[in-house]
């Protein structure tokens, strides 16, 4: 008998009027319910690389990105809709032809989506759950990085961030078959900013951790 396996992402319901009015107009240009795309790669003009970001929550690092990297295409899911909002916006003022959102869980997108599409998919400061009766919610599991591995290009690269030490070392378990690297220098410029949530981590004194890794390498 098949198992029911429960989601726990959590999503907010309550919308504001602003954010409805930004998601109308972008609804189905640069912004999908995930449910409803299976081909990726026909939602914008075909660029040789593209990136993915799970989880960007205010959705700094994606713009920022985004706006350094014209001839690369940017992609970004995330249950927690002002963020998804507000970076509309930003699509709005800088007028940006190269970011395309989905309102959604990342598991079940990256199940539907033609594959493999991406060259880079960044984690940045996925949910801690610090609880240990909690850390079956995580969202990286062997599981999880499968489905990352199947959407991934020959040679496309993983970057998790985490500033847990215990998420970190199971990552790292996760990461034993596979070259890990550690400084994020590598990757030029895509290297990632200093998120909202790595900005926290530091001004609470913990250490940041920085797996990159070529799954299908
Ligand atoms: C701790 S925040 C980190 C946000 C941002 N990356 C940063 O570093 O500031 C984790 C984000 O992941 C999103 N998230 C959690 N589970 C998700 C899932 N299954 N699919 C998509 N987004 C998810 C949450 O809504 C939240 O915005």
């Known amino acids: 008998m098949k198992r029911e396996v429960k989601s726990f992402v959590h999503v907010r319901s309550r919308t504001s009027k602003k954010d409805l009015e930004i998601f109308e107009k972008f609804k189905n240009k640069n912004f999908f319910d995930s449910k409803e795309v299976s081909h990726i790669s026909k939602l914008l003009p075909e660029k040789k690389i593209n990136i993915l970001e799970i989880g960007f929550g205010d959705g700094n690092n994606l713009i ?38 989905f309102y959604g869980d990342a598991k079940d997108f990256l199940v539907k989506i033609e594959k493999p599409f991406f060259d880079f998919i960044f984690i ?27 959407n991934l290009k020959e040679k496309g690269r993983l970057i998790v961030k985490t500033d847990w030490q215990d998420y970190a070392d199971d990552i790292k378990k996760d990461f034993a078959e596979f070259k890990v690297l550690h400084d994020s220098n590598v990757l030029q410029s895509l290297k990632p900013i200093q998120t909202k949530y790595e900005g926290k981590a530091i001004e609470e004194g913990r250490e940041v951790f920085t797996y990159i890794t070529d799954l299908n390498a």
Do not use: T
């Not at 985004?66 to 509309?88: P, Q, R, T």
């Not at 009766?133 to 499968?146: G, T, Y």
């Open 64 to 101: 920022e990105k985004a706006m350094a990297n014209s001839n690369m295409n940017f992609y970004g899911i995330e249950v927690f809709k002002s963020g998804i909002a507000s970076v509309l916006k930003q699509v709005q003022i800088h007028d940006l032809k190269n970011i395309c959102l």
């Open 124 to 150: 940045l400061f996925p949910d801690p759950w610090p609880k240990k009766k909690h850390w079956k919610r995580r969202l990286i599991d062997q599981n999880f990085l499968n489905l990352i591995k199947q």
